[in-house]
């Protein structure tokens, strides 16, 4: 059983957090690149935690070099914040597709990213869904669901210190906390971690 677990965690744990990476990866890059910038009026002047633009409804789309649909960032409002210079998006969706144009989803009632999009986080009723994938390689749908979760895109971590569920297939996984390093491959979930497998039912005479 230990064995059994081991094994579905480490298959779940090698597309989720990737898919995650790439999917704020994508739409926190186009979104800092299509926001307007402004030039400092009075350098002396003092920064207030006052927002110095804001969008509303918006929708900011990016394509390859084919034309074809990248990512997409949705919110009801978003607004910049000189003082910490991070953009606060109520409301936010992103959608994302990879190169064989598999879609994922990601949605939370408020995404905070800096400047540069190398962090992201996304504050409550966070989701990330990227439906089952056929073919040779089948892949389950995978589901990643919790109140917070936080990006570091250029050391390729991300982290939890809410409860987290990862949903795969049948599979579901849930814990206190999670850590996930990309670059070395690590998953570590804190807390009371918890797993429900259901055996795969083969067809009859395989």
């Known amino acids: 059983m230990i064995s059994l677990l081991r094994g579905v965690w480490e298959?779940?744990?090698?597309?989720?957090p990737m898919m995650?990476?790439?999917?704020?990866?994508?739409?926190?890059?186009?979104?800092?690149?299509?926001?307007?910038?402004f030039a400092t009026v009075e350098a002396a002047r003092t920064v207030s935690h006052d927002p110095d633009y804001f969008m509303k409804d918006f929708s900011v789309?990016?394509?390859?070099?084919?034309?074809?649909?990248?990512?997409?960032?949705?919110?009801?409002?978003?607004?910049h914040f000189p003082d910490t210079d991070l953009l606060e998006i109520d409301v936010a969706r992103i959608r994302s597709f990879d190169d064989k144009g598999q879609l994922?989803?990601?949605?939370?009632?408020r995404a905070v990213t800096n400047s540069d999009g190398s962090e992201v986080q996304l504050l409550g009723n966070a989701l990330v869904v990227r439906e089952a994938i056929g073919g040779k390689s089948p892949t389950p749908r995978l589901e990643f669901r919790g109140e917070y979760l936080?990006?570091?895109?250029?050391?390729?971590?991300?982290?939890s210190d809410k409860p987290v569920v990862l949903t795969r297939g049948k599979d579901?996984?849930?814990?206190?906390?999670?850590?996930?390093?990309?670059?070395?491959?690590?998953?570590?979930?804190r807390g009371r971690v918890k797993g429900v497998l259901n055996p795969q039912v083969s067809a009859p005479g395989r």
Request: zero cysteines; a negative charge; glycine letters at 6%.
């Open 172 to 189: 579901q996984f849930t814990a206190d906390a999670m850590e996930f390093d990309n670059i070395a491959q690590v998953m570590l979930l």
């Open 150 to 159: 936080h990006a570091f895109l250029k050391t390729e971590v991300v982290t």
């Open 11 to 16: 298959r779940a744990s090698l597309y989720l």
């Open 104 to 109: 994922t989803i990601a949605t939370a009632n």
């Open 61 to 79: 789309k990016s394509f390859d070099a084919a034309g074809r649909l990248k990512s997409e960032v949705l919110g009801a409002q978003a607004n």
């Open 20 to 37: 995650l990476m790439g999917v704020l990866a994508l739409g926190t890059y186009w979104l800092e690149r299509s926001t307007p910038v």
